[in-house]
C-alpha cells in the first residue's frame, strides 16, 4: 500500500488549491479515505471522509470551502481547497479507511499547504 | 460533537518505565478509539485500535485499555524508539476528532 501527496504550495488568502493522493498497492475503488491535516506544531485535525461509493462528510471548519472527491480509474484522491485561510496553513495527509482493522493504518507522507499573503 | 481530553500533555520519563496516556470521551463512543504515534517530520503510525488491540508490528510492551469513557495507552518498559507524540482518535461517529497529544520525552 502506498499513499502519495502532492499538489501543496504556498497560496494567498482567498485563494484556492487542490490536493491529490495518489494510491497504488490495493483496490482503491473499494476503500474509502480520509484527508487529516496538522498545523505546523500543533495536534492532528481529520478534514474529510468520502466512501468508496462517494458519500462525503466533512469537519465543521472546511464545510462548503474544501471538496473531497476521487477518480476510481486514475487510483486518486482530491481535496479541492477554495477560501483558504491562514489557518488552513497545515500538512494535509490522506489515509485509508477499509476494514475496520486496518481503518488508518496507512498513510501518506503528507503535502504542505501555506497560506500567506 | 465528541471532545476527547487527553492527558498528560507532556510526560517525561526514563527509559525502562512504564508510562500511562489516557483519552477521555465526551460521549460514549464504545471501543472505537484508536492510538497512533508519531515521530518529527513523520506520518502518525497507528499503534492500538479497538480500544484495546495491538497493530500489527507494534511491539507487545503497547498495550490499551478502556475503563468507562477513560482509554489508556500504556507503554512497559520505555525503550528510546518510543519517543514521540501519541494521539487517540475517536471515530465513533463524525466528525472525527483526535486528542491533543501527549509528548513523551527522556527525562
Known amino acids: 500500500v502506498q499513499l502519495v501527496e502532492s499538489g501543496g504550495g504556498l497560496v494567498q488568502p482567498g485563494k484556492s488549491l487542490k490536493l491529490s493522493c495518489s494510491a497504488s498497492?490495493?483496490?482503491?475503488?473499494?476503500?474509502?479515505m480520509h484527508w487529516i491535516r496538522q498545523a505546523p506544531g500543533k495536534g492532528l485535525d481529520w478534514v474529510a471522509y468520502?466512501?468508496?461509493?462517494?458519500?462525503?462528510v466533512y469537519a465543521d471548519a472546511v464545510k462548503g470551502r474544501f471538496t473531497i472527491s476521487r477518480d476510481n480509474a486514475k487510483n486518486t484522491l482530491y481535496l479541492q481547497l477554495n477560501s483558504l485561510k491562514s489557518e488552513d496553513t497545515a500538512i494535509y495527509y490522506c489515509?485509508?479507511?477499509?476494514?475496520?482493522?486496518?481503518?488508518?493504518?496507512?498513510w501518506g507522507q503528507g503535502t504542505l499547504v501555506t497560506v500567506s499573503s | 460533537d465528541i471532545q476527547m481530553t487527553q492527558s498528560p500533555s507532556s510526560l517525561p520519563a526514563s527509559l525502562g518505565d512504564r508510562v500511562t496516556i489516557t483519552c477521555r470521551a465526551s460521549?460514549?463512543?464504545?471501543?472505537?478509539l484508536r492510538w497512533f504515534q508519531q515521530k518529527p517530520g513523520k506520518s502518525p503510525r497507528l499503534m492500538i485500535y479497538?480500544?484495546?488491540n495491538l497493530a500489527a508490528g507494534v511491539p507487545s510492551r503497547f498495550s490499551g485499555s478502556r475503563s468507562g469513557s477513560d482509554y489508556s495507552l500504556t507503554i512497559n518498559s520505555l525503550e528510546s524508539e518510543d519517543m514521540a507524540i501519541y494521539y487517540c482518535l475517536q471515530h465513533n461517529e463524525y466528525p472525527l476528532t483526535f486528542g491533543s497529544g501527549t509528548k513523551l520525552e527522556i527525562k
Open positions: 460521549q460514549d463512543i464504545g471501543n472505537y
Open positions: 479497538g480500544a484495546t
Open positions: 498497492g490495493f483496490t482503491f475503488s473499494s476503500y474509502g
Open positions: 468520502i466512501s468508496s461509493s462517494s458519500g462525503t
Open positions: 489515509a485509508r479507511a477499509g476494514s475496520y482493522v486496518l481503518w488508518f493504518a496507512y
